[in-house]
């Protein structure tokens, strides 16, 4: 654990040194004082307010920067290493395989979530101060929300920096994935319900097994705990895995399929020329 360690606190290092993660940070801090700047824990919309509105247009904002920033920050990590010779430099040390690739991992998880983890609580902290009523479940639940979906993506990154030698490779099959991910899985889905008539379950089950369908849904069950805005899938969703139930596999879906994603990286590094 000790030379995991020291790989994760050399990536650390040279990930607050680098121009992503300074505009990464003040993505999405800037998000939480712009929404106290204009307003939008005073107000009150369709019955939400107080710093209860301001996570839940937080959250929108996480569910479509969140997972292309752990991409692209990530995808290039193995690759550029390798391009720049620091792989072959480590590896010249008594460093195995193993502890510089979940060194590496580690590294780049702390590096994507600490600035996530730290815009909740500056909200958290000025709500305080101004006196709003905070929010206690929701905020935890919203951090093991982000942080199970960081693991994912952070998972998936890392896979295809290793299945991939070329940076630049590496950073468009990072936006093909999430393109698909986010834009296209939704919209092929519904072409293929309306052109074939699969039954709908089938197309509800496929659709929760997209990651950040899962964060939005999630997200949205802990202000609408019946989805009324999602009609027929809400009685397919609250059915098959009820409330609780659902919270559950919110967090531990995304998790394990980051886990899975990691794993099968590191067999692919293992067994290709690292050099």
């Known amino acids: 654990m000790g030379k995991i360690a020291l790989v994760a606190w050399l990536d650390l290092k040279e990930s607050f040194r680098s121009r992503w993660f300074l505009v990464y940070s003040l993505v ?3 998000a939480v004082a712009l929404f106290f700047l204009t307003g939008v824990a005073e107000s009150r ?39 720049s010779n620091v792989l072959e430099y480590l590896l010249s040390f008594p460093i195995s395989l193993a502890d510089y690739y979940f060194g590496k991992s580690l590294g780049r998880l702390v590096s994507v979530f600490v600035p996530i983890f730290a815009s909740l609580v500056l909200a958290i902290a ?28 952070l998972g998936i990154a890392l896979f295809i920096s290793t299945l991939v030698k070329s940076q630049e490779i590496a950073l468009g099959s990072a936006f093909f994935v999430w393109l698909i991910l986010l834009a296209f899985m939704d919209i092929l889905l519904i072409g293929v319900m309306m052109k074939n008539a699969f039954p ?11 990651p950040i369908q899962v964060f939005r849904v999630a997200a949205m069950a802990l202000f609408d705990p019946e989805l009324s805005v999602m009609g ?5 969703i609250l059915d098959s895995f009820g409330k609780a139930g659902f919270a559950l596999y919110s967090i531990l879906y995304p998790f394990l399929l980051g886990m899975g994603w990691l794993w099968g990286g590191y067999l692919i590094f293992k067994r290709r020329d690292l050099v």
């Open 28 to 30: 999405f801090g800037g």
């Open 126 to 153: 000025w709500g305080g101060i101004k006196g709003a009523s905070i929010p206690w479940e929701i905020f935890g639940f919203y951090v093991l929300l982000m942080f199970s979906l960081s693991v994912s993506f």
């Open 45 to 83: 919309v369709l019955g939400f307010s107080g710093l209860g509105r301001l996570l839940l247009l937080f959250i929108q904002v996480c569910v479509v920067i969140l997972p292309v920033f752990i991409l692209v920050s990530t995808v290039r990590a193995i690759a550029s290493d390798r391009d």
């Open 232 to 236: 027929p899938a809400a009685y397919f």
């Open 200 to 210: 709908e379950e089938a197309i509800f089950g496929v659709a929760l097994l997209n």
